[in-house]
């Protein structure tokens, strides 16, 4: 499908209050879909535990930016250890009988395995805690349980309420749908609420959304593509609440983290897929223009995602 086609559609949807919901329903097409979603959510979770050297206790706090459509991120936090876990999202996406179909797999042997190299719980201990998330009868009872603070939609002010300190602040694929300006601020706040000792881990994805794989793909144009035209215009495309995307390289998170004080221990970027290149060319001066001067335009594409991790 052409873009711009999913770009006018996406565009009606926004106008509509559950037209991200609608938007999302291809997805549920695939028979495989809840499954997908366990697997993905516990890997990426676990990994980004793994690419720091955090010692999880007991009395150990945890902020995810975008709960997204699954809770399984907040509860493999809570499996592992930490006391207390606030998840947040602009809109509220979580769907209990969703949970319901994705919780199956909470037991399987290889999950419980990885599992058990980080948690600060005994393997007996977690498959306790796994038998009564699985009797789980609401949203509710499922927080209450395991302290997790679920707040949709959300303000940096909603998160102070609740914690001021985080020993562990995460996000996954969603800081690409920030705005620049917002960005700045939780970049600021999260340098103040890290508590000593403590880690940032993002994954990021720098490509345009509209060549992601799917029925809806655009397989002629190049993951880059969006960063041929001016803001002005690529606004007027896709400047909704669903399509939105910044169009930002990991170059700009790292002038993020300096400009904040935050210590970048590593930046590991990552092709998943097969490239497309962007004739370097076409990259528009609105893009450049929010980097510092000089910067290499080769760079802008170097990476489709990128995972970054601060203290």
């Not at 052409?2 to 991200?20: H, M, P, R, Y």
Request: hydrophobic fraction near 40%; include cysteine.
């Amino acid at each position: 499908m052409n873009w711009k086609v999913k770009a006018i559609i996406q565009k009606v949807l926004s106008i509509n209050k559950i037209g991200d919901q609608l938007n999302h329903t291809s997805a549920l097409l695939n028979k495989k879909y809840h499954v997908n979603v366990f697997q993905y959510q516990t890997h990426e979770c676990l990994r980004k535990i793994n690419d720091c050297s955090i010692i999880i206790d007991k009395e150990a706090t945890a902020l995810e930016i975008g709960t997204g459509y699954s809770i399984l991120s907040a509860i493999v936090l809570a499996l592992l250890g930490f006391k207390k876990v606030v998840t947040v999202d602009i809109t509220n996406d979580l769907k209990f009988s969703s949970f319901r179909k994705q919780v199956h797999y909470l037991d399987s042997s290889d999950f419980l395995k990885k599992l058990l190299l980080k948690s600060a719980y005994s393997k007996q201990d977690i498959e306790v805690k796994i038998e009564s998330i699985k009797k789980a009868t609401s949203f509710k009872s499922l927080f209450n349980n395991l302290n997790i603070i679920y707040i949709a939609p959300y303000t940096f002010e909603d998160i102070e309420k609740e914690c001021m300190s985080f020993n562990y602040i995460t996000s996954q694929v969603v800081l690409e749908h920030v705005s620049p300006s917002i960005l700045d601020t939780l970049f600021y706040k999260t340098k103040r609420w890290l508590a000593s000792g403590g880690f940032i881990v993002h994954t990021i994805n720098f490509i345009d959304h509209f060549a992601n794989p799917g029925i809806f793909q655009d397989k002629s144009i190049s993951e880059f593509n969006f960063l041929r035209y001016s803001d002005k215009y690529w606004d007027s495309w896709a400047g909704n609440s669903i399509a939105y995307t910044n169009r930002l390289s990991y170059l700009y998170y790292l002038e993020l983290s300096e400009r904040h004080d935050l210590n970048v221990i590593k930046f590991e970027g990552e092709n998943y897929r097969k490239r497309k290149e962007l004739d370097l060319k076409l990259i528009h001066s609105d893009v450049k223009r929010k980097y510092k001067s000089g910067v290499n335009i080769e760079l802008l594409t170097k990476y489709q995602r990128g995972t970054l991790v601060l203290n």
